[in-house]
């Protein structure tokens, strides 16, 4: 099984890029077949998906983020990686990635279902803040 940790910024001042990294250990990102997602939980509200990359690399994306939000993978330094662009102050949450075993982007509802993850990282806090 993978772990996963989770690395940003932690503070973010409005309309800038939000870039957060995902290193991944016990396993290649490629070699290993997982698909990466990653998942936010903002203050007092539920878990809310925002994307994820496939083994095969293609990648799917919230609707309602999908114009500010991109997930690629770093082969060289093994992490997976979030861009999300024009930061808001309700971007504001614990970002995490977590990692499926299927490999494959299902569909949404599967996406924001936590038992849809076998591996999950700790979480980091992102405050967009002026």
């Known amino acids: 099984q993978v772990q996963l940790q989770e690395s940003g910024p932690g503070l973010v001042k409005p309309s800038q890029t939000l870039t957060l990294n995902c290193t991944v250990s016990?396993?290649?990102?490629?070699?290993?077949?997982?698909?990466w997602s990653w998942i936010r939980q903002p203050p007092g509200k539920e878990l809310e998906w925002m994307g994820v990359?496939?083994?095969?690399?293609?990648?799917h994306y919230n609707p309602a983020h999908k114009s500010r939000t991109s997930i690629f993978r770093d082969t060289s330094k093994n992490q997976i990686s979030l861009l999300l662009t024009s930061a808001t102050p309700e971007d504001t949450a614990v970002y995490y990635c977590?990692?499926?075993?299927?490999?494959?982007?299902?569909?949404?509802?599967?996406?924001?279902?936590?038992?849809?993850?076998?591996?999950w990282g700790q979480g980091t806090q992102v405050t967009v803040s002026s």
């Open positions: 990359i496939g083994a095969d690399g293609s990648t």
């Open positions: 016990g396993d290649s990102i490629t070699a290993s077949a997982y698909a």
């Open positions: 977590a990692a499926d075993k299927r490999g494959y982007f299902r569909n949404e509802a599967a996406a924001r279902r936590v038992s849809s993850y076998d591996s």
